[in-house]
């Protein structure tokens, strides 16, 4: 099968478009084949061409991990049926009473997933922004770090190498969710994490037509166990969604420089703007987190977060008012989007220490052109 290692010399670009994608052996063909084929002839008992069956190992989805492993520069990558599945299935290494120490902004499904579904972990939600506050405050059963950077949806940054070199010291593993900053942006398991994790539904696809998750890891033994689960649990994504998701990813770093310089036009209109209380957005000097953002990161992001001076009901009225930005959830596909955090993606979090203030507004700011974003949003702020 046409699955090629990246070679150590190879650029990111490079790896994103030849990772995992030789020209197939037989036919020639360019692109990775769609193998719906769910069962793989042996020629002789347990003689395989390294495929058996289709949950535990299917040539597409092979080509599909070996090209985001290569993107994160990590040497074991796993796909599967959504950024949630890939976020149970590590959180199914742990066992009963094992605490998980959690950012106090963070994905709500996360959050949801950790407080419901895991019901045998403990956790707390703590404000990682400070690491020597955090040193000073470390609850001793902490067995994971769940590191979102920069975060759903306020956008804070933390300081991936030195939570990294804390955890350690102190036992722990970490795990960093890279949905927002992508590979291109940031390399977690270069500063120290031991996993990454992605929702592939977003950047990594990058189309809004595919749901999928990813983890990524150096370890051989955290990956042998999470290559285990990923068999066992069986939710691993189909071949049409391996296709679509390494279609997508093949453009990733044109699509990211397109979202980081339109972000840029995007926060220029916000700032100083009558109808805007903050904007929040890890370039800007004040930013919680921007000295960890510009040390970590290439660039800052296609995400933008603002909160509006008269409250959730001017937040509304502009998420109800934008024509190119379209309302909905999700984020970090070509086309821009709109959203009202507290009633929409973070509607879970109400109540918790992960609740997010109701006149706020998020924006993943998609590769249009970016004259005619601007020109939308400002007519939408007039509704403020
Ligand atoms: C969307 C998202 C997830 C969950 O991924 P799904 O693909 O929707 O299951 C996890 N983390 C972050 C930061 C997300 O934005």
Redesign the pocket.
């Known amino acids: 099968m046409g699955e090629i290692e990246a070679q150590e010399s190879w650029g990111f670009d490079t790896r994103a478009i030849h990772a995992g994608q030789e020209p197939d052996p037989t036919t020639g063909a360019v692109v990775p084949p769609i193998s719906l084929s769910t069962t793989f002839a042996q020629d002789g008992v347990g003689n395989t061409k390294g495929f058996e069956y289709s949950r535990s190992g299917n040539p597409t989805r092979t080509a599909y991990e070996t090209q985001i492993a290569a993107l994160e520069g990590a040497t074991h990558g796993l796909a599967f ?7 149970d299935n590590i959180l199914r290494l742990f066992k009963a009473g094992d605490r998980v120490l959690l950012g106090n902004d ?2 709500g ?2 959050y949801r997933l950790i407080s419901k579904v895991h019901t045998h972990l403990p956790w707390t939600a703590v404000d990682l922004l400070d690491v020597d506050a955090l040193a000073a405050s470390w609850p001793k059963d902490t067995k994971l770090v769940w590191l ?1 950077t920069p ?2 949806p306020l956008l804070r940054c933390f300081d991936i190498e030195a939570i990294c070199a804390l955890a350690h010291e102190r036992g722990a593993v970490v795990v960093v ?1 890279n ?2 900053a992508t590979p291109y942006l940031q390399q977690p398991l270069s500063l120290g994490a031991d996993l990454v ?6 950047y990594l696809g990058g189309h809004s037509d595919v ?3 990813f983890a990524a890891a150096n370890d051989d033994d955290i990956a042998q166990r999470l290559r285990f689960t990923q068999n066992a649990a069986g939710a691993v994504p189909s071949p049409f969604d391996c296709y679509l998701a390494l279609r997508g990813a093949k453009t990733l770093a044109v699509r990211m420089e397109r979202h980081c310089s339109n972000a840029r036009s995007i926060v220029d209109v916000l700032i100083g703007h009558k109808a805007v209380e903050r904007v929040l957005y890890p370039q800007l000097p004040d930013h919680p987190g921007h000295r960890a953002a510009a040390k970590q990161m290439r660039d800052f992001g296609g995400m933008v977060s603002f909160t509006l001076r008269a409250g959730q009901a001017a937040a509304l009225r502009v998420a109800a008012a934008t024509e190119l930005f379209t309302l909905g959830e ?3 596909a070509v086309e821009s989007l709109i959203e009202h955090p507290g009633q929409m ?1 973070h509607a879970s979090a109400a109540g918790s220490p992960l609740e997010v203030p109701d006149n706020l507004l998020r924006l993943s700011v998609g590769i249009e052109t970016a004259a005619d974003l601007v020109a939308d949003l400002a007519q939408a702020l007039e509704q403020a």
């Open positions: 049926a959504s950024g949630l599945a890939a976020e963070a994905y499904g996360t979102e975060t759903n969710d949905t927002f994790v992605h929702s592939a539904t977003k749901v999928g998750g999700s984020l970090g993606t």
